[in-house]
């Protein structure tokens, strides 16, 4: 008669699924860094973040990175700050616009072309990161009011 080490497996593994998920979330937030330890281990990576699509990638890497900073860090949270990214390192909002119009003929999507233009000068900034370096409410702000792209919606996905 033999009997399987699996028959009891359930009354030997039970536990109280509240209690396992408190333990978890209490040592995520053990392991988890400060708001300037963040900083200081996002300035020691490499490459270094240069967007938020960057930063993603590196929380993949960096289990101790939150995947949600500005809920992690609520308040005055700002990408450019907690990247290291200085404003002043990219170029004018009138010239991005420049740019952003010469680029835009051949491209109706304005995420991908500010992407396009991040990637063509370094001193562009990449669409995830373009209202904060330029204090806009969002992407439309880019484009004139009374172009047709602007009343496209397809534009901005």
Do not use: M
């Not at 593994?13 to 900083?39: D, G, M, P, Q």
């Not at 960096?62 to 992690?72: A, M, Q, V």
């Not at 420049?98 to 001193?123: G, P, R, S």
């Amino acid at each position: 008669n033999s009997t399987s080490p699996f028959i009891n497996i359930h009354a030997e593994c039970a536990f109280n699924t509240e209690e396992v998920y408190n333990s978890c979330f209490e040592l995520i937030h053990e392991t988890r860094l400060t708001y300037e330890k963040t900083k200081q281990a996002i300035a020691q990576s490499n490459p270094r973040p240069k967007s938020k699509a960057d930063y993603k990638k590196l929380c993949l890497a960096d289990g101790r990175l939150s995947t949600y900073p500005e809920e992690e860090f609520k308040g005055r949270f700002d990408w450019l700050d907690f990247l290291g990214l200085d404003r002043k390192n990219y170029v004018s909002l009138a010239e991005y616009k420049k740019a952003l119009a010469n680029v835009y003929k051949h491209t109706l999507n304005i995420v991908k072309v500010c992407d396009k233009l991040a990637k063509q000068n370094c001193e562009c900034p990449s669409a995830d990161l373009v209202t904060e370096v330029y204090r806009l409410q969002t992407l439309k702000d880019l484009i004139p009011r009374n172009s047709k792209i602007c009343k496209n919606p397809a534009a901005f996905k």
